[in-house]
């Protein structure tokens, strides 16, 4: 399957824990961003980077959030201190240019 | 100015029918317009994207109908299938900024058989 992964699929953890989330992109994509959902609505742009750089960030992501994209290829999506509103599916996507988004399938985090 | 505005909410037809589901945008900035399905535990998977040089694009039985002048565009289900049941966005982004996408509230499509 050569469409873009995320994982784990599911992350259970109890507040004021850390959590990582990792996608891989389509290969060869040149952009990458992130995007959150919660419940009954659309996804949210979180932050987009092209090839390593990371060029934009919305005003949901917190201080207690942190995106990396070393060497231009997959990404990792860090939660500090979480908490309950923190629940939702994170979702990835990549394209290659500006159009089109392919999205992964997501990593649906629960805060106990 | 950057909220794209869907409805209905949800929709139910019966097999055959054609739901409409409309969008209207404020940002003028806006020039690409994608329609995104996605079914439960899935991510979104794109559909049929427009830009605003065009009025009309079809893809198979999927019809994007878009008026510049409104700020408004449409997606219309022809032959609707059960299989179609999902959840439907549709979003903006200007391409030549970020390329980020502005996404709608959604709306929960079910076909009847």
């Known amino acids: 399957d050569t469409g873009v992964s995320q994982n784990p699929r599911h992350k259970i953890t109890k507040r004021g824990q850390n959590v990582t989330f990792r996608c891989d992109p389509i290969s060869e994509h040149n952009r990458l961003y992130w995007y959150r959902q919660t419940l009954g609505q659309g996804p949210e742009f979180l932050t987009y980077f092209q090839n390593e750089a990371q060029l934009e960030k919305s005003r949901l992501l917190s201080d207690r959030f942190s995106a990396e994209r070393p060497k231009g290829s997959f990404s990792t999506l860090e939660i500090q201190r979480t908490e309950q509103g923190d629940s939702a599916m994170y979702l990835c996507?990549?394209?290659?240019?500006?159009?089109?988004?392919?999205f992964g399938p997501g990593t649906r985090l629960t805060v106990l | 100015q950057q909220q794209v505005k869907q409805s209905p909410q949800s929709l139910i037809v019966q097999k055959g029918g054609i739901p409409i589901i409309n969008c209207a945008y404020e940002n003028t900035a806006f020039d690409y317009f994608p329609w995104y399905q996605q079914f439960p535990g899935k991510g979104p998977a794109l559909l049929i994207a427009i830009r605003p040089d065009v009025s009309e694009k079809k893809e198979g039985r999927f019809t994007i109908s878009f008026n510049k002048s409104a700020k408004q565009f449409s997606l219309h289900i022809m032959d609707s299938q059960p299989g179609d049941s999902a959840t439907y966005f549709c979003?903006?982004?200007?391409?030549?900024?970020?390329?980020?996408?502005?996404f709608g509230q959604g709306t929960t499509l079910q076909v009847k058989p």
């Open positions: 979003a903006a982004s200007t391409p030549s900024n970020t390329g980020k996408l502005i």
């Open positions: 996507a990549s394209s290659l240019g500006a159009f089109t988004q392919y």
